[in-house]
C-alpha cells in the first residue's frame, strides 16, 4: 500500500502505528518477544481496561514512552528474505 494511502487511512480511521517487537516465525525469534515496544502512565478502571486502553492507544495526546531497541535495516531486511525463503 503506498505511504499516502496508509496515511490517509491512517488519518480517517485512527489507526495508529506503534512501536513493538512481535516475534516473527523464525528461529529464535520468540527471544525478541518484549524487547521494543511502549508503555503509558496511565491509572486503569477495573471495570473498563479494554476501552480505557484502545483510547490510550489511539489518543495522540497521550504521552507514549518507547522502551528498548528496533531492528536495525540490516537485520530487518535478512528477516524479509529468511521470510520469503520459507
Not at 8 to 36: A, C, M, T
Not at 65 to 83: D, M, P
Request: with cysteine; aromatic share 12%.
Amino acid at each position: 500500500m503506498p505511504s499516502g494511502i496508509l496515511k490517509e487511512y491512517d488519518n480517517d480511521h485512527r489507526f495508529p502505528i506503534l512501536p513493538g517487537s512481535d516475534p516473527l516465525p523464525l528461529e529464535r525469534d520468540e527471544q525478541r518477544v518484549g524487547s521494543y515496544g511502549f508503555y503509558c502512565d496511565y491509572q486503569l478502571v477495573e471495570d473498563d481496561v479494554s476501552d480505557t486502553v484502545k483510547d490510550l492507544i489511539v489518543d495522540p495526546g497521550v504521552p507514549k514512552k518507547v522502551f528498548g531497541k528496533r531492528v536495525g535495516w540490516a537485520q530487518f531486511l535478512k528477516n524479509q528474505y529468511l521470510l520469503r525463503k520459507q
